[in-house]
């Protein structure tokens, strides 16, 4: 099936009090909770591993002039140790996967270069610190801001880099208000609780690896090409996943160096990433620099928008952060301009952090608005409503729902907007308080999936895909599609994902797991309800299906007695006409309020609370949680997020939790998210939305107005630490000062 046409009726809209939408516990959450859920490292069906330990380059720039192994290979338990020297062929790596070993060549510090087996992890351990490398230094480019002169125009992936309509610089200098700010944004870390870790091991020329991956399929080919192999000789099986965020979208040193050691040595391997080398060793959200220029009447109609962004990654990379994307559907003006330009750094691989484009996009061009409002006296919510567009302002077409202004306006009836005051106006004790908003966007995409669903003649169905959970709780919603399909209950449907042995899915990444996948399995159990209503003699048109029981006008029967010796059924989804006749995104809006120490500057959040629209909630309980997890990245973006880079030697200092903060239970106080009413006949057959990334984007926006809101101090370089906000403090009195004398 593809979507080519809106989704009429359907089963899942005869019964809006049934399984969908309902708050249904995790079906999978006893076992995460007792630990009985094995994660990649915990897998025991590769038998008798041996344990390895990664290598990195101790510079970020250059190549190795020497590497002695000798000391590590005679070390206690060591079995193997790997380096470019003595590497197995590798073949050309297809899209972004984990460093190969192929050369001295040094791209950024903390590159893998080696590999140490040993009996034990300590072994390893122990024995790879005994790692002696010579090295020849080369200057290096660290610095974003300094190789802005240089950036290139990026190759266009899904959508063109830069776009334009009417005449923006004739329609901004024509302007009666303008607005010309630049933001910039650090490099961030995803800090998923469980870090990259793999266990490999061969049969002949096949390999299986038990790994921590997002999406199966695009990794096993990725894999299948370092590895030299057809990619069905490659199995990804990831069972659970603890966190992903986008760093595990594609396989890492991990997965290759377990992958080639283990052939190598005849034996499983197991590799997992430390703390300390996730942030080196794996991907990263680029840093970002963002010029917005706004152009408006005296009333706040704008008439020009511009939006231009600078980001970075590894020399010979292509990736770079859609930050301006989002710009062109946001906000309605004639005169259109946006710009994306990558700077090579000898730094990390740059990939997809949790809402790449969206989330650091929208810290920028929201808090923009929020200026701009400020400049005109207008409310920021007022000047959002005179600029609702329509249709989507570049691509012409309607939106397949838009609800951005009723968020808006129920999220500030339940927040108490009215009470807002100027900035600077309202205090509590030494706090300065203040309340900010800002919209939220994210583009709703769908990807092919397939499916596989199996009734038992017990009456239990079997549901089969490549797809995975990261901890957003997958299997409970495809239990759900599928329980609503059939009408059988939970306890009798047997969700198996995360191995591509089972029907390709689209994986969990970009919003689109839930849509992508749900659809494909929508589908599958359509196609069965219709092969059971033709064994019942039912017409399936008029056949309903609840408590195990197929039923018609005059008859019925029990779905175990029609299964015979088992029934099958397949279903796929894949995008159609309707992803370019209409433009599709999940809507929203945030609202803020903080408290800010008048004293030390320190910014403390009080309260949080985010309206959104995403289609059918296919879980009320999931989608919370989902909305409010993306709540509280924006805030660690906004608050406390920040990889320092040393721009003398490229290494990121903070390169732990203990100095990168994210976020705590003390730092997040009363957080709510909602849903409104809503459904999406062509997004795909659930009518459902993306809502993963939803969360993040413009939740740190509307935390940087708040914080504005209440000391009117304007900081335009996130994230909004104490220092900043002393600084602007101490400026601000200053300016008072001398304004009096």
């Given at each position: 099936?593809?979507?080519?046409?809106?989704?009429?009726?359907?089963?899942?809209?005869?019964?809006?009090?049934?399984?969908?939408?309902?708050?249904?516990?995790?079906?999978?959450?006893?076992?995460?909770?007792?630990?009985?859920?094995?994660?990649?490292?915990?897998?025991?069906?590769?038998?008798?591993?041996?344990?390895?330990?990664?290598?990195?380059?101790?510079?970020?720039?250059?190549?190795?002039?020497?590497?002695?192994?000798?000391?590590?290979?005679?070390?206690?338990?060591?079995?193997?140790?790997?380096?470019?020297?003595?590497?197995?062929?590798?073949?050309?790596?297809?899209?972004?996967?984990?460093?190969?070993?192929?050369?001295?060549?040094?791209?950024?510090?903390?590159?893998?270069?080696?590999?140490?087996?040993?009996?034990?992890?300590?072994?390893?351990?122990?024995?790879?610190?005994?790692?002696?490398?010579?090295?020849?230094?080369?200057?290096?480019?660290?610095?974003?801001?300094?190789?802005?002169?240089?950036?290139?125009?990026?190759?266009?992936?899904?959508?063109p880099p830069d776009s334009s309509l009417g005449d923006f610089e004739g329609a901004f200098a024509a302007s009666a208000v303008k607005l010309d700010v630049a933001y910039t944004t650090p490099v961030q870390t995803h800090a998923m609780m469980e870090p990259h870790a793999t266990i490999a091991g061969w049969e002949g020329d096949r390999v299986t690896l038990y790994t921590s991956n997002q999406m199966l399929n695009r990794g096993q080919v990725s894999l299948a090409s370092v590895l030299d192999l057809p990619a069905e000789n490659v199995r990804l099986v990831s069972k659970y996943i603890g966190g992903g965020f986008g760093a595990k979208l594609q396989p890492q040193a991990d997965a290759v160096f377990a992958a080639l050691a283990a052939r190598v040595i005849g034996?499983?391997?197991?590799?997992?990433?430390?703390?300390?080398?996730?942030?080196?060793?794996?991907?990263?959200?680029?840093?970002?620099?963002?010029?917005?220029?706004?152009?408006?009447?005296?009333?706040?109609?704008?008439?020009?928008?511009?939006?231009?962004?600078?980001?970075?990654?590894?020399?010979?990379?292509?990736?770079?952060?859609?930050?301006?994307?989002?710009?062109?559907?946001?906000?309605?003006?004639?005169?259109?301009?946006?710009?994306?330009?990558?700077?090579?750094?000898?730094?990390?691989?740059?990939?997809?952090?949790?809402?790449?484009?969206?989330?650091?996009?929208?810290?920028?061009?929201?808090?923009?608005?929020?200026?701009?409002?400020?400049?005109?006296?207008?409310?920021?919510?007022?000047?959002?409503?005179?600029?609702?567009?329509?249709?989507?302002?570049?691509?012409?077409?309607?939106?397949?729902?838009?609800?951005?202004?009723?968020?808006?306006?129920?999220?500030?009836?339940?927040?108490?907007?009215?009470?807002?005051?100027?900035?600077?106006?309202?205090?509590?004790?030494?706090?300065?308080?203040?309340?900010?908003?800002?919209?939220?966007?994210?583009?709703?995409?769908?990807?092919p999936s397939s499916a596989s669903v199996r009734l038992e003649r017990d009456g239990t169905l079997t549901v089969r895909m490549a797809m995975t959970d990261i901890g957003t709780g997958t299997y409970t919603i495809l239990a759900q599609i599928a329980g609503e399909m059939t009408g059988l209950p939970l306890e009798r449907i047997r969700i198996e994902l995360g191995d591509t042995l089972y029907p390709k899915a689209a994986g969990s990444g970009g919003s689109w797991g839930a849509g992508s996948a749900g659809s494909a399995l929508y589908v599958a159990c359509d196609d069965l309800r219709r092969q059971l209503a033709e064994k019942a003699g039912i017409a399936p048109a008029s056949a309903s299906f609840a408590d195990g029981r197929i039923a018609g006008a005059e008859?019925?029967?029990?779905?175990?007695?029609?299964?015979?010796?088992?029934?099958?059924?397949?279903?796929?989804?894949?995008?159609?006409?309707?992803?370019?006749?209409?433009?599709?995104?999940?809507?929203?809006?945030?609202?803020?309020?903080?408290?800010?120490?008048?004293?030390?500057?320190?910014?403390?959040?009080?309260?949080?609370?985010?309206?959104?629209?995403?289609?059918?909630?296919?879980?009320?309980?999931?989608?919370?949680?989902?909305?409010?997890?993306?709540?509280?990245?924006?805030?660690?973006?906004?608050?406390?997020?920040?990889?320092?880079?040393?721009?003398?030697?490229?290494?990121?200092?903070?390169?732990?939790?203990?100095?990168?903060?994210?976020?705590?239970?003390?730092?997040?106080?009363?957080?709510?998210?909602?849903?409104?009413?809503?459904?999406?006949?062509?997004?795909?057959?659930?009518?459902?939305?993306?809502?993963?990334?939803?969360?993040?984007?413009?939740?740190?926006?509307?935390?940087?107005?708040?914080?504005?809101?209440?000391?009117?101090?304007?900081?335009?370089?996130?994230?909004?630490?104490?220092?900043?906000?002393?600084?602007?403090?101490?400026?601000?009195?200053?300016?008072?000062?001398?304004?009096?004398?």
């Amino acid at each position: 099936m593809d979507m080519s046409q809106p989704i009429g009726p359907t089963p899942l809209d005869a019964r809006p009090d049934g399984l969908v939408g309902r708050g249904v516990d995790r079906v999978e959450g006893r076992l995460k909770v007792t630990g009985a859920a094995p994660y990649a490292y915990e897998t025991r069906e590769l038998r008798n591993p041996a344990y390895g330990m990664i290598v990195e380059a101790a510079i970020a720039k250059g190549r190795i002039r020497a590497i002695d192994a000798a000391a590590a290979r005679r070390a206690p338990g060591v079995i193997y140790v790997m380096t470019h020297e003595n590497a197995p062929p590798q073949g050309k790596k297809k899209e972004q996967v984990g460093p190969v070993l192929r050369g001295p060549e040094i791209a950024h510090f903390g590159q893998p270069i080696g590999l140490v087996v040993a009996e034990t992890f300590e072994q390893a351990r122990a024995a790879a610190a005994l790692v002696a490398v010579d090295y020849e230094r080369a200057e290096g480019r660290f610095d974003l801001r300094a190789a802005m002169p240089g950036a290139i125009v990026p190759k266009q992936v899904a959508s063109p880099p830069d776009s334009s309509l009417g005449d923006f610089e004739g329609a901004f200098a024509a302007s009666a208000v303008k607005l010309d700010v630049a933001y910039t944004t650090p490099v961030q870390t995803h800090a998923m609780m469980e870090p990259h870790a793999t266990i490999a091991g061969w049969e002949g020329d096949r390999v299986t690896l038990y790994t921590s991956n997002q999406m199966l399929n695009r990794g096993q080919v990725s894999l299948a090409s370092v590895l030299d192999l057809p990619a069905e000789n490659v199995r990804l099986v990831s069972k659970y996943i603890g966190g992903g965020f986008g760093a595990k979208l594609q396989p890492q040193a991990d997965a290759v160096f377990a992958a080639l050691a283990a052939r190598v040595i005849g034996r499983p391997v197991k590799v997992a990433l430390s703390r300390q080398q996730e942030f080196h060793g794996s991907t990263r959200r680029t840093d970002t620099i963002q010029r917005v220029r706004l152009g408006s009447d005296a009333e706040g109609r704008l008439a020009a928008i511009a939006h231009e962004s600078w980001s970075d990654t590894t020399v010979g990379d292509d990736f770079y952060e859609t930050s301006a994307n989002v710009t062109r559907s946001l906000y309605a003006a004639p005169n259109r301009l946006t710009r994306h330009r990558l700077a090579h750094l000898d730094l990390p691989l740059s990939s997809a952090m949790r809402a790449p484009g969206e989330a650091v996009g929208m810290l920028a061009f929201e808090c923009a608005m929020d200026e701009l409002a400020e400049t005109l006296g207008l409310d920021p919510i007022e000047l959002r409503v005179r600029n609702e567009p329509s249709e989507d302002p570049e691509k012409k077409v309607p939106f397949s729902t838009r609800q951005l202004v009723p968020c808006m306006r129920e999220g500030a009836r339940r927040f108490g907007w009215e009470k807002r005051g100027a900035p600077g106006s309202i205090r509590d004790g030494r706090w300065l308080v203040g309340l900010g908003m800002a919209a939220a966007a994210r583009l709703n995409p769908l990807q092919p999936s397939s499916a596989s669903v199996r009734l038992e003649r017990d009456g239990t169905l079997t549901v089969r895909m490549a797809m995975t959970d990261i901890g957003t709780g997958t299997y409970t919603i495809l239990a759900q599609i599928a329980g609503e399909m059939t009408g059988l209950p939970l306890e009798r449907i047997r969700i198996e994902l995360g191995d591509t042995l089972y029907p390709k899915a689209a994986g969990s990444g970009g919003s689109w797991g839930a849509g992508s996948a749900g659809s494909a399995l929508y589908v599958a159990c359509d196609d069965l309800r219709r092969q059971l209503a033709e064994k019942a003699g039912i017409a399936p048109a008029s056949a309903s299906f609840a408590d195990g029981r197929i039923a018609g006008a005059e008859r019925s029967a029990a779905l175990a007695d029609l299964a015979g010796d088992g029934i099958e059924a397949r279903g796929e989804i894949k995008p159609g006409a309707l992803n370019k006749t209409y433009s599709q995104y999940s809507f929203g809006a945030h609202f803020a309020e903080v408290g800010v120490d008048a004293d030390t500057g320190e910014v403390r959040l009080r309260r949080m609370l985010g309206v959104f629209t995403g289609g059918r909630i296919l879980n009320a309980k999931t989608a919370r949680s989902q909305a409010i997890g993306g709540m509280i990245f924006g805030v660690g973006a906004a608050l406390t997020e920040e990889v320092v880079i040393d721009r003398r030697s490229g290494t990121f200092v903070n390169h732990d939790l203990a100095e990168y903060h994210v976020p705590v239970h003390a730092d997040i106080p009363s957080l709510d998210a909602m849903f409104l009413p809503e459904l999406d006949d062509k997004a795909n057959p659930l009518k459902s939305k993306g809502l993963g990334e939803l969360g993040i984007c413009g939740a740190g926006a509307a935390v940087a107005n708040a914080v504005h809101n209440a000391t009117g101090i304007r900081i335009r370089d996130y994230p909004l630490t104490l220092d900043k906000v002393l600084r602007g403090l101490e400026e601000r009195e200053s300016g008072a000062q001398s304004r009096r004398t």
